[in-house]
């Protein structure tokens, strides 16, 4: 009896799952249907399906004919591997096209609106369309990889291993995924193909430069570093596609009809959510500053466990690529050391200010490359100090000094407030750049992302940009000190 | 079936629809009429659970907008403002479609395409691909997709806009039966002829606030006052004084008409036909002055411009 009582929510979720995949591809379906009745699709992925492979096949013969009369083999055996990979991606570019035409073009004739109007979910309208958009370019993709390679074994008798064969099969899946993702993220911000496909430029540019990037692999041919490449993939895949979900919805796709820049709408938004409503300093901080700090949570622990994997990181490269001893600057800090300094003009206010600003700098670059990349590499240059931290450290114990002593000198007096700092930024980076993959709540991806901004400036102005100042004046007037009285005595 | 409580709907700082409350019971028609960005299409998205209320409530069907949003969309038939069909799909096909995501059994499907298209006379165009329609096909078309699963409410959105009268006609007469079928329609219009000829109910939305509700004869003496009737006469008037009984009031007079208002028109109007022939004025005619729902929208948007006129003289002072 109980078995059958548990039974049954399960044989429900399994129904539900199967008429959700059920209903998803009845819009996969149509969706199909409709690009092969198109001759615009059509023409394309036949051309780089069967024409381009046949094209690449006659290069690669050619090129290895002509690099072996100069008796350079290496440069044929690995343009063929290249071209493998170039004749995988060409279909799938056209991907692109499909998912803004089925998203945004779907949108401006008007055609989505009763498919909105049906009990279809959000996400069941999504993926059918992510699938539609997917498969026939990657269909060709297949194909066309399978046309190259019954060509260049029958003209050079190349062959690929099972496992190059299965990293270009993924790497091709996995870029048009990012592809159509990133370009359903761009459909959910505009009311046009147009200024989608203006928009598409934010997805076509990485892209050129990860082929190119994936190029060089394949020149190199250091193969297992495609791994990376495909793990990099699934990731910011993993991201758009969250965010895809997130924002197209009914509300986002109909709730805006034309696309203005309303800047006192923008700054409105921003002004309220800056302020938390309060009008006092003591209040501002209190009710805004303090609440974002419990709500940073998550994204501090992100942070930490980022920064901790820097230390490992400078741990691991002082290992492989140690300093020469003789570099090693500990035992040379004398008496003189903090007139040198002061020569310099280092201990001065202009002397923090720089370090200041320097800091500043570092941060609003992270902040910038945070932004695009779903707060990834904002982190990743905010754990590149700490990790320089740890790889001077490892090699000032290789050189015979105390680690603890050249920590305690010349890291603990300004670290014990820049390094909270750092990590209190970089959490704030993370949580801007995260906001876009966040479920929507009822706000557009433009207030969405201005609220995130709004708390991030708070989180800056309100605790970042002092401590670092702080941390700034306690480098330059007390860290030489501790230092000279710790190291003098090495 | 449909029912809405100061359901409001703001997009960043505009707000297209304010505290509009509404109730269409079954059977029932309502024709929600206003001048083009008025808020009714966003009335509509918001009962086809399209758009999120920012607040008040809806149901619609016995479900809830907000919190059963499938279940509602289920329930109603839309007819969008833009018929937003596959053009390069063909007519069959496009129900098809719809029949599968409405989650109809294959039989089923294959029984209400036919019949819809041969109700709205599209039999022979089943294999013909959308964009070989006229605009007027289409349009019944995109109607025979809102009643492919039988809503028990249906929201039209302009549902005879772009067609000839004849096809016009057809989808009229297809509401009227719809209608007694029991169940809640709204429809959104500009053709006032059409609002009187199909609505039980009057709804008229101004800058996204309902400004008028009721019946067309509710709304006609509320807006327009009491009813006017003009008398024609066998003689002219010249300039002779006339003496209506009370009850009456003369509102207009020519040289052998004249007009008159009254509350009463089943006892003052016998009595003015006496009155006037015993003035030595006999009755050719007596009839009521005709009074189309089109003077109750002009009159209604009059008295609206009017009162924000002054409401934002006030707040200026």
């Given at each position: 009896?109980?078995?059958?009582?548990?039974?049954?929510?399960?044989?429900?979720?399994?129904?539900?799952?199967?008429r959700?995949l059920?209903?998803?591809?009845?819009?996969?379906?149509r969706?199909?249907?409709?690009?092969?009745?198109?001759?615009?699709?059509?023409?394309?992925v036949?051309?780089?399906?069967?024409i381009?492979?046949?094209?690449m096949?006659?290069?690669a013969?050619q090129?290895?004919d002509?690099?072996?009369r100069?008796?350079?083999p290496?440069?044929?055996e690995?343009?063929?591997?290249?071209?493998?990979?170039?004749?995988g991606?060409?279909?799938?570019?056209?991907?692109?096209?499909i998912?803004?035409?089925?998203?945004v073009g779907?949108?401006?004739?008007?055609?989505i609106?009763?498919?909105?109007?049906?009990?279809?979910?959000?996400?069941?309208?999504?993926?059918?369309k992510?699938?539609?958009?997917?498969?026939p370019?990657?269909?060709?993709?297949?194909?066309g990889?399978?046309?190259?390679?019954?060509?260049?074994?029958t003209?050079?008798?190349w062959?690929?291993s099972p496992?190059?064969?299965?990293?270009?099969?993924?790497?091709?899946?996995?870029q048009?995924?990012?592809?159509?993702?990133?370009?359903?993220?761009?459909?959910?911000q505009?009311?046009?193909v147009?200024?989608?496909?203006?928009?598409?430029?934010?997805?076509?540019?990485?892209?050129?430069?990860?082929?190119?990037?994936?190029?060089?692999v394949?020149?190199?041919?250091?193969?297992s570093?495609?791994w990376?490449?495909?793990?990099?993939?699934?990731?910011?895949?993993g991201?758009l596609?969250?965010?895809?979900?997130?924002?197209?919805?009914?509300?986002?796709?109909?709730?805006?009809?034309?696309?203005?820049l309303?800047?006192?709408?923008?700054?409105?938004?921003f002004?309220?959510?800056?302020?938390?409503?309060?009008?006092?300093?003591?209040?501002?901080?209190?009710r805004?500053?303090?609440y974002?700090?419990?709500?940073?949570?998550s994204?501090l622990?992100?942070?930490?466990i980022?920064?901790?994997?820097?230390?490992?990181?400078?741990?691991?490269?002082?290992?492989?690529?140690?300093?020469p001893?003789?570099?090693i600057?500990?035992?040379?800090?004398?008496?003189?050391f903090?007139?040198e300094?002061?020569?310099?003009?280092?201990?001065?206010?202009l002397?923090?200010?720089?370090?200041?600003?320097?800091?500043l700098r570092?941060?609003?670059?992270?902040?910038?490359?945070?932004?695009f990349?779903?707060g990834?590499l904002?982190?990743?240059?905010?754990?590149?100090?700490i990790?320089?931290?740890?790889?001077?450290?490892?090699?000032v114990?290789?050189?015979?000094?105390?680690?603890?002593?050249?920590?305690l000198a010349?890291?603990a007096?300004h670290?014990?407030?820049?390094?909270p700092?750092?990590?209190?930024?970089?959490?704030?980076?993370?949580n801007?750049?995260?906001?876009?993959?966040?479920?929507?709540q009822?706000?557009?991806?433009g207030?969405a992302?201005?609220?995130?901004?709004?708390?991030?400036a708070r989180?800056m102005?309100?605790?970042?940009?002092?401590?670092?100042?702080?941390a700034?004046?306690?480098?330059v007037f007390?860290?030489?000190?501790?230092?000279?009285?710790?190291?003098?005595g090495? | 079936m449909?029912?809405?409580?100061?359901?409001?709907k703001?997009?960043?700082?505009?707000t297209a629809v304010e505290?509009?409350?509404l109730?269409?019971?079954r059977?029932?028609v309502?024709a929600?009429?206003?001048p083009?960005?008025?808020?009714?299409?966003?009335t509509?998205r918001?009962?086809?659970s399209?758009?999120?209320?920012?607040?008040?409530?809806?149901?619609?069907?016995?479900?809830?907008v907000?919190t059963?949003?499938?279940?509602?969309?289920?329930?109603?038939?839309?007819?969008?403002?833009?018929h937003?069909?596959?053009?390069?799909m063909p007519?069959?096909e496009?129900?098809?479609?719809?029949?599968q995501?409405?989650?109809?059994s294959?039989e089923?499907r294959?029984?209400?395409i036919h019949?819809?298209?041969e109700?709205?006379?599209?039999?022979?165009?089943?294999?013909?691909?959308?964009?070989?329609?006229?605009?007027?096909?289409?349009?019944?078309?995109?109607?025979?997709?809102a009643?492919?699963?039988d809503?028990?409410?249906?929201?039209l959105?302009?549902?005879t806009?772009?067609?000839?009268?004849?096809?016009a006609?057809?989808v009229?007469n297809?509401?009227?039966?719809?209608?007694?079928?029991?169940?809640?329609?709204?429809?959104?219009?500009?053709?006032?002829?059409e609002?009187?000829?199909?609505a039980d109910?009057?709804?008229?939305i101004r800058?996204?606030?309902?400004?008028?509700q009721?019946?067309?004869?509710?709304l006609?003496?509320?807006?327009?006052?009491?009813?006017?009737?003009?008398?024609r006469?066998?003689v002219?008037l010249?300039?002779?004084?006339?003496?209506?009984p009370i009850?009456?009031?003369?509102?207009m007079?020519?040289?052998?008409?004249?007009?008159f208002?009254?509350?009463?028109?089943?006892?003052?109007?016998?009595?003015?036909t006496?009155?006037?022939v015993?003035?030595?004025?006999?009755?050719?005619?007596?009839?009521?002055?005709?009074?189309?729902?089109e003077?109750v929208y002009?009159?209604a948007?009059?008295?609206?411009?009017?009162?924000t006129?002054q409401?934002?003289?006030?707040?200026?002072?």
């Amino acid at each position: 009896m109980t078995e059958h009582v548990a039974a049954a929510p399960q044989s429900q979720a399994r129904l539900s799952f199967w008429r959700n995949l059920q209903l998803m591809l009845v819009i996969t379906r149509r969706e199909i249907r409709d690009q092969l009745r198109d001759w615009r699709i059509i023409l394309p992925v036949i051309t780089l399906t069967l024409i381009f492979p046949a094209l690449m096949n006659f290069t690669a013969k050619q090129a290895v004919d002509f690099v072996q009369r100069y008796n350079a083999p290496v440069i044929g055996e690995r343009l063929v591997p290249f071209l493998l990979m170039i004749v995988g991606f060409f279909p799938i570019s056209v991907s692109l096209v499909i998912a803004l035409e089925s998203f945004v073009g779907e949108k401006e004739r008007r055609s989505i609106e009763p498919l909105l109007c049906s009990p279809l979910s959000d996400a069941q309208l999504y993926l059918g369309k992510l699938l539609a958009a997917l498969t026939p370019p990657l269909l060709a993709s297949y194909l066309g990889i399978g046309v190259y390679l019954i060509g260049v074994y029958t003209q050079v008798e190349w062959r690929p291993s099972p496992t190059l064969l299965a990293q270009i099969y993924l790497l091709s899946t996995v870029q048009a995924v990012v592809m159509v993702s990133g370009a359903i993220v761009a459909s959910t911000q505009t009311t046009s193909v147009r200024a989608a496909n203006l928009l598409a430029s934010f997805i076509i540019i990485p892209m050129a430069f990860l082929i190119q990037g994936e190029a060089m692999v394949m020149f190199w041919a250091n193969y297992s570093v495609l791994w990376w490449a495909i793990l990099g993939q699934v990731l910011i895949a993993g991201l758009l596609i969250r965010t895809g979900l997130a924002y197209f919805n009914r509300e986002e796709l109909l709730g805006r009809e034309i696309d203005i820049l309303n800047l006192g709408w923008m700054w409105g938004v921003f002004r309220r959510s800056f302020t938390s409503g309060q009008r006092s300093l003591w209040g501002w901080y209190r009710r805004g500053v303090l609440y974002d700090l419990v709500e940073l949570r998550s994204a501090l622990l992100v942070t930490l466990i980022a920064l901790l994997m820097g230390i490992y990181a400078g741990v691991q490269a002082a290992q492989q690529f140690p300093m020469p001893p003789e570099i090693i600057p500990a035992g040379r800090l004398t008496g003189n050391f903090y007139l040198e300094l002061q020569k310099l003009g280092f201990i001065s206010p202009l002397g923090a200010g720089l370090i200041w600003l320097q800091n500043l700098r570092v941060l609003a670059l992270a902040t910038f490359l945070g932004m695009f990349t779903f707060g990834v590499l904002g982190l990743l240059l905010m754990m590149l100090p700490i990790g320089m931290i740890a790889y001077i450290t490892v090699n000032v114990a290789a050189a015979g000094f105390s680690p603890v002593t050249f920590l305690l000198a010349l890291v603990a007096p300004h670290g014990v407030v820049e390094i909270p700092a750092i990590l209190i930024g970089g959490a704030a980076i993370l949580n801007l750049g995260a906001t876009l993959t966040r479920p929507a709540q009822g706000k557009t991806l433009g207030e969405a992302f201005l609220q995130g901004a709004a708390r991030w400036a708070r989180i800056m102005l309100g605790v970042v940009l002092p401590l670092f100042l702080l941390a700034a004046l306690l480098e330059v007037f007390i860290t030489p000190r501790v230092a000279q009285i710790l190291l003098s005595g090495l | 079936m449909i029912l809405t409580e100061e359901l409001s709907k703001r997009f960043d700082s505009f707000t297209a629809v304010e505290r509009v409350s509404l109730q269409v019971g079954r059977g029932q028609v309502l024709a929600l009429l206003g001048p083009n960005g008025a808020g009714k299409t966003t009335t509509v998205r918001m009962l086809s659970s399209v758009l999120r209320p920012t607040s008040g409530r809806a149901q619609v069907a016995g479900y809830d907008v907000l919190t059963q949003s499938e279940q509602v969309r289920a329930s109603v038939g839309v007819l969008t403002e833009n018929h937003g069909l596959y053009h390069r799909m063909p007519a069959g096909e496009y129900l098809d479609f719809f029949g599968q995501i409405y989650s109809l059994s294959a039989e089923r499907r294959k029984q209400r395409i036919h019949s819809l298209l041969e109700q709205f006379g599209l039999e022979q165009d089943i294999r013909r691909s959308v964009g070989e329609f006229s605009k007027g096909m289409r349009q019944k078309l995109a109607l025979a997709r809102a009643l492919l699963h039988d809503p028990p409410v249906l929201l039209l959105d302009e549902p005879t806009s772009a067609m000839d009268p004849e096809s016009a006609r057809l989808v009229r007469n297809a509401i009227h039966t719809l209608r007694s079928e029991e169940r809640a329609i709204v429809i959104c219009t500009h053709n006032l002829a059409e609002a009187e000829e199909l609505a039980d109910q009057i709804a008229i939305i101004r800058q996204g606030r309902i400004i008028a509700q009721g019946t067309a004869a509710q709304l006609k003496e509320r807006l327009l006052g009491p009813p006017e009737f003009e008398v024609r006469l066998a003689v002219s008037l010249d300039s002779a004084a006339l003496r209506l009984p009370i009850g009456a009031v003369l509102t207009m007079r020519g040289d052998d008409w004249i007009r008159f208002k009254t509350l009463e028109p089943r006892w003052v109007n016998p009595a003015v036909t006496q009155a006037l022939v015993e003035q030595g004025f006999p009755v050719v005619t007596l009839q009521e002055t005709p009074r189309n729902l089109e003077q109750v929208y002009l009159q209604a948007m009059s008295a609206a411009s009017v009162n924000t006129a002054q409401t934002a003289s006030g707040e200026v002072i």
